[in-house]
C-alpha cells in the first residue's frame, strides 16, 4: 500500500499564499483526446485545426497519436483554456477529458 501523504500550506516552501498553488494547479491542466471508431482522421484534423489554432501537420501528428495510443494529450494550459478546447472538440462528439 502506498504511503499517503498531506501536504500543509506550511510544508510549501517559497509559496507565498494559496492562491498560488491554485494558480499552479489550474495552469497544468491538458486536454486528453480519446480514439473512437465514428469520425474519420479527416473530421478530427479538422477539429483540431479549429480548437488548437494549428497547423494541419500538427493536426495529423496530434490524429495518429491518438489512433496509435487510444488517446493524446493535445492541448495543455490554464483550465479555462482547456475548457474551450475540449468544448470545441466535443462539438463533433468527440470524446475527451481534461487532467490537472
Do not use: P, R
Request: contains cysteine.
Amino acid at each position: 500500500m502506498a504511503d499517503e501523504t498531506t501536504v500543509t500550506h506550511g510544508d510549501l516552501t517559497g509559496i507565498d499564499s494559496d492562491v498560488d498553488v491554485i494558480d499552479d494547479i489550474t495552469s497544468a491542466a491538458k486536454v486528453i483526446l480519446y480514439n473512437d471508431e465514428t469520425h474519420t482522421f479527416e473530421d478530427v484534423i479538422n477539429q483540431l485545426i479549429k480548437a488548437l489554432n494549428c497547423t494541419v501537420e500538427k493536426a495529423e501528428s496530434l490524429t495518429w497519436e491518438v489512433h496509435t495510443n487510444g488517446k493524446a494529450c493535445v492541448f495543455s494550459g490554464e483550465i479555462h483554456d482547456c475548457l474551450k478546447v475540449s468544448s470545441i472538440l466535443e462539438e463533433i462528439a468527440l470524446h475527451t477529458q481534461i487532467e490537472y
